[in-house]
């Protein structure tokens, strides 16, 4: 028994019990004399025995279980949801399951068979970047598992059960290139991410839309697809400044690649913002230690996680006749302006 938890079954052999007294004496039951309860008490403590809580909540129907997959947990980001998650899911009396993906459809799937198997009353996902076939949460939705996608969704994916809280990408590019334009940039490059993430297409389109909406014609060679980190960032720049196409300004998917950029541009001697303004996406915790401070959009990453938690348990408690919550919920996004993109009066 040193090498494996001591069970009731184990505390009923070693006391000629049987297993219902024992758990009777240890949830102090009437039935069961004080004399038993003590000697129940006092093996359960000598062999450290302690109930298991997700198997005594599988019998009464209910795990309090969560499942949460996150495509990592590096940066801001998604630490952030996730603490806005797992505070909200506390608060409810709700354990949570985390597992990362690593950005691998495969592992996502494994995930998935996990929280299944584990019986969890519902689930919250963000896509990894490599996930182009759903399968794995059409055997989720056919079950009828709550389903929750925050900032990466599947577009179109929708049931009963399923709902998904997104930021409105597309808005917070239309913002910041908006800004830029109103700093006086007219050459705006885009380094943007792969386009089969929605949003990564969304916030590419709010740039080409603002472009267009000032009058400002898009032009191909300015806008690059690149991994977003920073490695990505500082090719894509080396690509840019290599080609000779003139730029006036960056407009990043991501704060990462942002600073990818930043290094490159300080090391061929351009100026921030005088020569080339910057603007991120996500609000990283770096982007107010560089110098310069690097302007970028907001994601509201607690209030994505504690509003995914708020619909997740919507489903998992609504009655039969109660109206269903709403599909979806579009946080809007805000943009922090810092020195990396202020070209006025310079």
Known sequence: MANRRASITDL??????????????????????????????????????????????????RSRMLGVVVPHIQGHFFPEVVHGITVAASKAGYQVLICQSNEDVNQERQ???????AQVEGILVSLAKTTQDFGHFEQVRAQQVPLVFFDRAVEGFEGEQVRAVVLDDYQGAYQ?????????????????????????????????????????????ALSIICEMNQRGGTQATRQLLKSGVPFDAIFSSNDLAVVGALQ?????????????????????????????????????????????????LQMIQREPRRAAPAASVVL????LVRESSKKVNN
């Open 264 to 312: 490159v541009l300080k090391k061929h001697k351009r100026r921030v913002p005088q020569d080339v303004a910057l603007v991120g996406f996500s609000n990283e915790a770096f982007t107010e230690l560089t110098e310069p401070q690097l302007s970028s959009v907001d994601q509201c990453c607690g209030q994505m996680g504690q509003t995914a938690v708020r619909l997740l």
């Open 12 to 61: 009923a052999a070693a006391l000629k019990l049987s297993p219902s007294t024992i758990s009777r004496a240890l949830s102090n039951h009437k039935d069961v004399s004080e004399a038993t309860k003590e000697r129940v008490r006092a093996l359960a403590a000598e062999l450290h025995y302690q109930p298991n809580q997700l198997a005594a909540a599988l019998r009464r129907g």
């Open 176 to 220: 910041a290139v908006t800004h830029l334009i109103e700093q006086g940039c007219r050459r705006i490059a885009h380094l943007g991410g792969e386009q089969h993430l929605g949003i990564h297409k969304n916030r590419h389109q709010g740039y080409l839309d603002a472009l267009q909406a000032h009058g400002l014609v898009p032009d191909e």
């Open 111 to 117: 995930h998935l068979d996990l929280f299944m198997n």
């Open 332 to 335: 809007k996004p805000k943009l």
